[in-house]
């Protein structure tokens, strides 16, 4: 039996990889992360994915990346970005998807999975290093040292298979796997039931996205630009 952990923030980018495992192995574990972020219609948006696309288990870990600051998504008394800006905005948080994926690896060593899923992309993406293919590639060589699960044999392989799309054939294959993106949210500072500012940059992509596929954007906003 073939298993699989998926990265499931409850965005766009998360809940499209988890539908492409689910047509590719016989479990899939979503893991989710309540790690000080700014708000919780995330963690909300990831349960009701993981219910909605029928996966075997959906974990949430308690992590407070919140105590080291550095990032608008962590630290109230920054603020998100509303306007495009040069370089890597405030939003990245230091380490996430490193420290995501190290709880990934340990979960897919206890559960015997073959397989860890992220959404990264780094075609329409903010410009976080942690979305480039090099970050995939080293991960991947930790993986390959850091376990008695793969010194012994068993192999696990870091997947993201969004990595090379833009954000419209990220949808389009969405769309073909079976996802209701209105179950998703993607915005930095969405409101309490999931209303989106549209206005920070991850809410700029997103609706770039969907217009570009040529589809309606089923997301619900309390501001619009």
């Known amino acids: 039996m073939s298993t699989a952990i998926v990265l499931l923030s409850g965005g766009l980018d998360s809940t499209t990889v988890a539908a492409v495992a689910r047509q590719q192995h016989d479990r899939v574990v979503a893991l989710s992360f309540r790690y ?28 407070d ?13 920054l603020v998100v970005p509303e306007q495009q800006e040069d370089g890597i905005p405030n939003t990245y948080v230091p380490a996430r998807n490193t420290v995501f ?17 992220l959404g ?4 329409d993406y903010s410009g976080y ?14 993986v390959n040292v850091a376990t008695k699960a793969t010194v ?32 998703t949210v993607s915005c930095y500072q ?19 996205g969907f217009r570009d596929a040529g589809l309606t954007d089923p997301t619900r906003y309390w501001k619009k630009n």
């Open 65 to 77: 990346l919140g105590q080291l600051g550095g990032s608008s998504l962590t630290d109230p008394e």
């Open 129 to 142: 290093p942690d979305c480039r293919p090099e970050f995939v590639e080293a991960f991947q060589h930790l």
């Open 36 to 63: 000080g972020q700014r708000h919780s219609s995330e963690l909300a948006a990831a349960q009701r994915v993981a219910e909605g696309l029928g996966l075997h288990e959906h974990r949430v870990i308690d992590i």
């Open 190 to 208: 969405a409101d309490s039931v999931g209303a989106a500012c549209g206005v920070c940059d991850s809410c700029r992509l997103r609706q770039q």
């Open 152 to 183: 012994s044999g068993q192999p696990i392989v870091i997947k993201a298979p969004l990595l090379h799309l833009t954000k419209a054939d990220i949808i389009r294959l969405g769309v073909a796997a079976g996802v209701d993106y209105a179950q």
């Open 101 to 117: 994926l190290a709880f990934a690896l340990a979960v897919a060593e206890v559960s015997q999975a073959d397989s860890i899923y």
């Open 120 to 123: 990264i992309n780094a075609v």
